[in-house]
């Protein structure tokens, strides 16, 4: 069973920095299985949003709002993924996920939330 738990959330100051972990178990994120990882986040009253990804071979995408922000990363001898987020806004507050897909079957963890605010 896979499982995802994220980590590093909290309270910054605009233009800030902190950095999101995700571990996984069950699975590795260098898998071949794994079709594709990512970080989403949602607002409150907002639908969930996609953040950045990463495909199986690596490549990264971002979501324009936080390109040139935000970095999204994983250290294959540790088992985990990170999203490096700097330059903090207050849009930028909102719970952030972590996701894989694997075999076609999105797995969620519970999410960590990141507040923005002075």
């Known amino acids: 069973q896979v499982q995802l738990v994220e980590s590093g959330g909290g309270l910054v100051q605009p233009g800030g920095s902190l950095r999101l972990s995700c571990a996984a178990s069950g699975t590795i994120f260098s898998a071949v299985s794994i079709i594709a990882k990512a970080w989403y986040r949602q607002a409150p009253g907002k639908e969930r949003e996609l953040v950045a990804s990463m495909t199986r071979g690596d490549a990264t995408n971002y979501a324009d709002s936080v390109k040139g922000r935000f970095t999204i990363s994983r250290d294959g001898a540790v088992n985990m993924m990170y999203l490096q987020m700097n330059s903090l806004q207050p849009e930028d507050t909102a719970v952030y996920y972590c996701?894989?897909?694997?075999?076609?079957?999105?797995?969620w963890g519970k999410g960590t939330q990141v507040t923005v605010s002075s």
């Open positions: 996701n894989l897909n694997r075999y076609g079957v999105n797995y």
